[in-house]
């Protein structure tokens, strides 16, 4: 028996045909590794992305502090018309890679949350797949109880029937010792009869 399968072909005694059954785990067994594999390497991913912020959150410190030292240069620039223009274009500039590293950030933040949400997702369908494969496990362990029952059943059948089979064969030679018995019996009678 090959490819999916849709159904359990029954047994002579009653249940279902123990190959099939087996196949039938094997493939549910194969289905939650695959699931499981599918899990692991996203946990995986989302390390990975979480180590990559790291770096994202010191460049964000030290754009911040760029951005302190700017408001400090534009401060002391009010004394120096042309110093103060230097530093304000040069502060210009820092908050614009400050805004771009900003937005960065921001995006990677937002690829972090849709690669968690489909981790969860994974993690969902896993649990789902688990709890189909305990419904599955508990509905053979009753399957496999009612066949246990069932071969009981038939072995004291057997032994009740090869219990009548012991006494009808006694019945039988006791029916014959008396028919052989029979025609002494007549003679007897007939003995008897004529004294």
Do not use: W
């Not at 028996?1 to 159904?7: A, L, Y």
């Not at 946990?43 to 979480?50: G, L, V």
């Not at 109880?145 to 069932?150: A, L, S, T």
Request: glycine letters at 2%; one cysteine or more.
């Amino acid at each position: 028996m090959s490819g999916e399968i849709k159904f359990f072909r029954k047994c002579f005694f009653g249940g279902f045909n123990r190959n099939d059954v087996v196949q039938y785990i094997s493939k549910l067994a194969q289905e939650r590794n695959e699931y499981k594999g599918k899990v692991e390497a996203a946990q995986a991913q989302a390390k990975a992305m979480t180590d990559e912020m790291e770096p994202l959150r010191t460049e964000i410190q030290e754009a911040k502090k760029s951005a302190r030292d700017a408001q400090s240069s534009a401060d002391k620039a009010i004394q120096a018309e042309k110093q103060a223009r230097e530093e304000k274009e040069k502060a210009i500039q820092d908050v614009q890679n400050t805004a771009g590293e900003i937005e960065r950030l921001k995006q990677e933040l937002e690829n972090e949350k849709r690669a968690a949400e489909e981790e969860r997702n994974a993690t969902e369908k896993v649990k789902q797949e688990l709890q189909r494969l305990k419904s599955a496990h508990d509905t053979l362990s009753s399957e496999h109880e009612n066949i246990k029952r069932e071969v009981e059943d038939c072995r004291e059948f057997k032994a009740e029937a090869l219990d009548s089979r012991v006494k009808i064969e006694k019945l039988e030679a006791a029916k014959k010792q008396f028919e052989d018995l029979q025609p002494a019996l007549d003679n007897l009678r007939c003995a008897f009869q004529s004294e």
